[in-house]
């Protein structure tokens, strides 16, 4: 084998050929502003901007209309956070999101705390998942947004967003969900989660960076959402700034082929993935899954070695591209919140799931 | 002292079997190798 393992898919993924393939013509001759309404070159991007909605929405049961290009995930979680809170804060200033979020919502949350927003922080039980019960015990009149991500980044862990979005639908709470990881890795449908808001990356689903997408459910009254970017009133008027034509058809052709390839590729990765399980636990003695075994994305696989340094091991494993969540001795640096979050005891993360982490009422 | 360490792989649509069968057989081998040369940890 040639250079270095690449075991990192959750970090980032190559640029599919196929998706690559599809972009090149929007740097060369189709270079135009999907704005310029006046002649072919703005008419030409327009078109491939419709068609990748398009793609995008198909492969989370959404309408193009629902989608709104973004920067990335980061963005797109920000967006819907942020967002939702700074239009809403007339008619509550509580939040409720899991210890287990991605930086970008939880950053976004202690952003909110700040500007005198109050947030629950939820815990999760032994194998990462948060109790959808306690969501509906954490919500309060004031109660304005919900976020739960569909599958952890580091785990691989499946949240039960579905009972979660049922809860928040009948308590008229909007849901918003980071499924940057979910999304073309594993069913995921907007309508069947009862999402209202779910943010997307093209670079977890083999398209380029720097393009993601925020879902927004359309219903009577839209969903106040306040915008970060401001300027010639994109994307209608939520998202200013030209658009990434090429980034936008890259992402496109990525989600048709995701979910084109969804269930035979799982397949194939969770095959793949419990080889190497079953290869680390039947020769070494001492190492351990982190996170559910029964409900996790197919190809993820987060394990804990025992009497093993983190750095050397990182040291090691040179030709070997794979991500350290936590790297933890008296030594080293901090774990994972990720991970840490996962050593709760289950009697202590209920009590913390009811009590707010901080209150600061305006 | 007791340490661990924790890694995540993540596999995906260019991962193939051999690229599995080899990581497998590299992690095992580092980390017997670091285990022997920990001396005050304690391992069957
Ligand atoms: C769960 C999750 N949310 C958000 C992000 C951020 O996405 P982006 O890199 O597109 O900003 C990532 C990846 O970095 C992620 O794994």
């Known amino acids: 084998m040639a250079g270095p393992i690449y075991l990192d898919y959750n970090a980032t993924t190559p640029v599919d050929p196929r998706v690559l393939e599809a972009m090149l013509p929007y740097y060369r001759e189709h270079f135009g502003n999907a704005a310029s309404r006046q002649h072919a070159f ?50 509550g200033d509580h939040i409720i999101t899991v210890t287990t979020e991605h930086k970008a919502v939880l950053d976004s949350c202690r952003e ?51 009972h979660i979005g049922r809860i928040a639908r009948e308590a008229g709470v909007l849901f918003h969900t980071d499924a940057v990881q979910a999304a073309g890795k594993v069913p995921f449908n907007v309508a069947q989660a009862q999402v209202d808001l ?74 793949l993935r419990d080889r190497l399980w079953d290869r680390l636990s039947s020769t070494l003695s001492d190492v351990s899954l982190n996170g559910s075994a029964r409900s996790r994305l197919p190809h993820t696989l987060n ?52 009590q707010p982490r901080s209150i600061h009422h305006r | 002292m007791i340490s661990r360490a924790s890694l995540r792989f993540s596999l995906g649509r260019f991962t193939t079997a051999e690229e599995i069968d080899a990581a497998a057989a590299k992690l095992v081998a580092v980390v017997t190798h670091l285990r022997q040369n920990a001396p005050a940890f304690e391992f069957d």
């Not at chain 1, 193009?64 to 809403?88: C, H, Q």
């Not at chain 1, 705390?113 to 019960?133: K, M, Q």
């Open chain 1, 198 to 271: 779910a943010s997307i990356t093209a670079h977890k689903m083999y398209g380029p960076k720097g393009i993601g997408a925020l879902y927004i459910r359309r219903r009577t009254p839209r969903i106040p959402l306040a915008p970060l970017v401001h300027g010639g009133g994109q994307e209608q008027g939520v998202r200013s700034g030209t658009l990434n034509v090429p980034g936008i058809v890259g992402f496109g052709r990525a989600a048709e082929i995701a979910a084109a390839e969804l269930s035979t590729e799982g397949a194939r990765l969770s095959h």
């Open chain 1, 303 to 354: 394990v804990s070695f025992g009497g093993v340094e983190g750095q050397a091991l990182m040291l090691g494993l040179e030709g070997l591209a794979v991500s350290s969540g936590a790297a933890c001795t008296s030594a080293a640096a901090e774990p994972s919140h990720v991970l840490k979050a996962l050593g709760v005891p289950d009697d202590l993360a209920r009590v913390a799931a009811i």
């Open chain 1, 112 to 162: 909110l705390e700040l500007e005198g927003f109050s947030v629950t922080y939820l815990s999760v039980d032994g194998a990462g998942f948060v109790e959808p019960e306690a969501v509906r015990w954490a919500m309060t009149p004031r109660t304005i947004l919900i976020s739960v991500m569909a599958a952890n980044n580091e785990t691989g862990v499946l949240q039960p967003i579905a």
């Open chain 1, 42 to 91: 703005g008419w030409k991007a327009q078109e491939a901007v419709d068609r990748a909605r398009s793609q995008i929405a198909a492969l989370i049961g959404a309408d193009s209309k629902e989608i709104v290009f973004t920067s990335g995930a980061t963005e797109s979680d920000n967006l819907a956070v942020k967002g939702v809170a700074r239009a809403m804060c007339a008619q």
